[in-house]
T-cell receptor, first 110, second 114 residues
């Protein structure tokens, strides 16, 4: 069964303290992995798509990487405005819908 | 931001009443989706549409129906609301399938069934 697991469930960092979030997946024939950011009361906001092992994408303080079994979202020198829940997802089936992990809630304290 | 509007943003209804949630997009995307988000479960697909009048079930479709009579509008109906349908509902759109393009989400409808 296709599955996406994220860890940790919650992460508290001090401003400037770099860390990584993990997304492990078990799908047959990966057709991409998506990272989203979700703020309270809002819908998920698309961040990155990764398609093949070894691929990396960067946006400001965030860098996403992909291996054959997992993806990491590295956060370098985070700021309080990076506080959010980060979701990863992979496509399932032929109609483009996604399986989501349960997310990592990141809190960055000043 | 993708042009997706969900209405209403909040709704409280009683058990047994029908409820319709609306998703309107201005992007002219072919694919539209309804997800629900619950603590401990994450986002789960309810129904999706791959064109006008073309819809299919997702993993948690029992008790829900959908309709899409125009490209821009996708309606989700709870035929007879139950307390287990208390949730936050998100509409999403995408330009293509097969994972080639990401889903873009609206800001959700918080539904409470009393």
């Amino acid at each position: 069964e296709d599955q996406v697991t994220q860890s940790p469930e919650a992460l508290r960092l001090q401003e400037g303290e770099s860390s990584s979030l993990n997304c492990s997946y078990t799908v047959s024939g990966l057709r991409g992995l998506f990272w989203y950011r979700q703020d309270p009361g809002k819908g998920p906001e698309f961040l990155f798509t990764l398609y093949s092992a070894g691929e990396e994408k960067e946006k400001e303080r965030l860098k996403a990487t992909l291996t054959k079994k997992e993806s990491f979202l590295h956060i370098t020198a985070p700021k309080p405005e990076d506080s959010a829940t980060y979701l990863c997802a992979v496509p399932r089936g032929s109609q483009g819908n996604l399986i989501f992990g349960k997310g990592t809630k990141l809190s960055v304290k000043p | 931001d993708a042009g997706i509007t969900q209405s209403p943003r909040h709704k409280v209804t009683e058990t047994g009443t029908p409820v319709t949630l609306r998703c309107h997009q201005t992007e002219n995307h072919r694919y539209m989706y309804w997800y629900r988000q619950d603590p401990g479960h994450g986002l789960r697909l309810i129904h999706y549409s791959y064109g006008v009048k073309d819809t299919d079930k997702g993993e948690v479709s029992d008790g829900y129906s959908v309709s899409r009579s125009k490209t821009e509008d996708f309606l989700l109906t709870l035929e007879s609301a139950t307390s287990s349908q208390t949730s936050v509902y998100f509409c999403a759109i995408s330009e293509s399938l097969q994972g080639a393009s990401p889903l873009h989400f609206g800001n959700g409808t918080r539904l409470t069934v009393t």
